[in-house]
Nanobody, 124 residues
Framework: QVQLVESGGGLVQAGGSLRLSCAAS????????MGWFRQAPGKEREFVATIDWIGSNTAYADSVKGRFTISRDNAKNTVTLQMNSLKPEDTAVYYCATRYSNSFTTNPSDYAYWGQGTQVTVSS
């Protein structure tokens, strides 16, 4: 059974930074792509960032490009999302996910396992 646990969320002022981590158990992540998604109240879950199995290729939503960085440490079985220059519109529950492939995708339907999410709130 694969379990993903996100941590690092919280309340931050606009312009601040947060670092989200996703730890996996029950599965070695090193062979699989990972993604971060978010869902704000009343909105659909949306793609944020994704990284391939080795960490050599990444992709970002236009809304976070240049501010967020996804990375992974396969030795520690973790994936991280560094979020800088946060804006109130970044407020959402953030989820990490993994899929049965080493290549990344921005489509949440392509991801098989999801964490419970961590709340990020950015105040203006």
């Amino acid at each position: 059974q694969v379990q993903l646990v996100e941590s690092g969320g919280g309340l931050v002022q606009a312009g601040g930074s947060l670092r989200l981590s996703c730890a996996a158990s029950g599965r070695t992540l090193s062979n699989y792509a990972m993604g971060w998604f978010r869902q704000a109240p009343g909105k659909e879950r949306e793609f944020v960032a994704t990284i391939d199995w080795i960490g050599s290729n990444t992709a970002y939503a236009d809304s976070v490009k240049g501010r967020f960085t996804i990375s992974r440490d396969n030795a520690k079985n973790t994936v991280t999302l560094q979020m800088n220059s946060l804006k109130p519109e970044d407020t959402a529950v953030y989820y990490c996910a993994t899929r049965y492939s080493n290549s990344f995708t921005t489509n949440p339907s392509d991801y098989a396992y999801w964490g419970q999410g961590t709340q990020v709130t950015v105040s203006s």
